[in-house]
Nanobody, 116 residues
Framework: QGQLVESGGGLVQPGGSLRLACEVS????????MGWYRQAPGKEREFVAA????????YYADSVKGRFTISRDNAKNTVYLQMNSLKPEDTAVYYC?????????WGQGTQVTVSS
């Protein structure tokens, strides 16, 4: 399955920025498509962004397009989510996901709180 460990969450003011990281071990990172999801209190988990195994394709939810950027470093087994112009509605637990064929692995999540 693999182990995914998110970091970089925290409290930030509206308009601020955060960079999340997800370090992966126990799987061949470079063949996995990677994604970020989030879950706000009382809501279902939702898709935020994804990147293909090569990094050649990226996908974003409409709500974060133009503000968030997903990237990966296959040499470091790490995927990143740069979040700019943060809004209170971005407050959620952010989860990292790795997918390859039948393997679908999740991290434990990192809390992001956007508040003044």
């Amino acid at each position: 399955q693999g182990q995914l460990v998110e970091s970089g969450g925290g409290l930030v003011q509206p308009g601020g920025s955060l960079r999340l990281a997800c370090e992966v071990s126990g799987i061949v990172f470079s063949i996995h498509d990677m994604g970020w999801y989030r879950q706000a209190p009382g809501k279902e988990r939702e898709f935020v962004a994804a990147i293909s195994w090569s990094g050649g394709s990226t996908y974003y939810a409409d709500s974060v397009k133009g503000r968030f950027t997903i990237s990966r470093d296959n040499a470091k087994n790490t995927v990143y989510l740069q979040m700019n112009s943060l809004k209170p509605e971005d407050t959620a637990v952010y989860y990292c996901n790795a997918q390859y064929r039948s393997n679908d692995a999740w991290g434990q999540g990192t809390q992001v709180t956007v508040s003044s």
